[in-house]
């Protein structure tokens, strides 16, 4: 029964370069969200989507930042033109039922850690 | 705005030196809080979930409590390997997003 995982683990990437965050949530899990730790920071929520949808991106940054959550196939957090700034630890997460009593907890992933250079 | 404090920020504990960590909360229509650990260059590990005040969760040498205003983990007789950075979390309101607090890296030394 294999978590969340994330790919890669670790992305180098160049000012002004793109840079793409996979994450397959646990089976049977249909919710998935995006999260953010900056260095010396605290996790930030960035996204919470479900297939196809997004319902809520309100921690999201309004440029340069986008994701996904296709029919078929992993989520994709999608970052354009990256600055330095954007180096951080990016979290995937996902749960069963987060509206409901029970079982609604979020199992996070081993995470990407970006480095812009 | 959801807020969580967790305090103290870092904790030195001896091998066998029970504590506890708090984790306070001000937030609209608490759904959940729950409570992670996180080891180095790792992803959150999920530990417990509280949704009631007076509720309480149980785990090895770990045990989670919740009032209405805050919560704390209890760690007793710890060991070495317990050594790691205890996050909190809260679920409130119509959002299902986690709103965390800055965590409390603990330290217990053999």
């Known amino acids: 029964n294999a978590g969340v995982m994330q790919n890669p683990r670790h992305l180098v990437r160049r000012r002004g370069q793109e840079a793409r965050l996979r994450c397959s949530p646990m089976?049977?899990?249909?919710?998935v969200y995006w999260y953010r730790q900056l260095p010396e920071e605290g996790l930030k929520f960035m996204v919470y989507?479900?297939?196809?949808?997004?319902?809520?991106e309100s921690g999201m940054p309004k440029e340069r930042f986008s994701a996904e959550f296709p029919k078929e196939g992993p989520s994709i957090l999608r970052i354009q033109q990256v600055v330095r700034g954007d180096s951080a630890a990016y979290f995937c997460?996902?749960?069963?039922?987060?509206?409901?009593?029970?079982?609604?907890?979020?199992?996070f992933g081993q995470g990407t850690r970006l480095t812009v250079v | 705005e959801d807020q969580v404090t967790q305090s103290p920020e870092a904790l030195r504990l001896q091998e066998g030196e029970s504590s506890s960590l708090n984790c306070s909360y001000t937030?609209?229509?608490?759904?959940?809080l729950f409570w992670y650990r996180q080891d180095p260059g790792k992803g959150p590990e999920f530990l417990f979930t509280?949704?009631?005040a007076g509720e309480e969760k149980e785990k090895e040498r770990l045990k989670a409590t919740l009032t209405k205003k805050e919560s704390f983990l209890h760690i007793t007789a710890p060991k070495p390997e317990d050594s790691a950075t205890y996050l909190c979390a809260v679920q409130a309101g119509a959002g299902n997003m986690l709103t965390f607090g800055g965590g409390t890296r603990l330290m217990v030394k053999p």
């Open positions: 509280l949704y009631s």
């Open positions: 997460a996902s749960s069963l039922y987060p509206g409901q009593r029970r079982n609604t907890e979020a199992f």
């Open positions: 089976k049977g899990h249909s919710h």
């Open positions: 937030v609209s229509g608490l759904r959940g």
């Open positions: 989507l479900q297939k196809e949808n997004i319902i809520d």
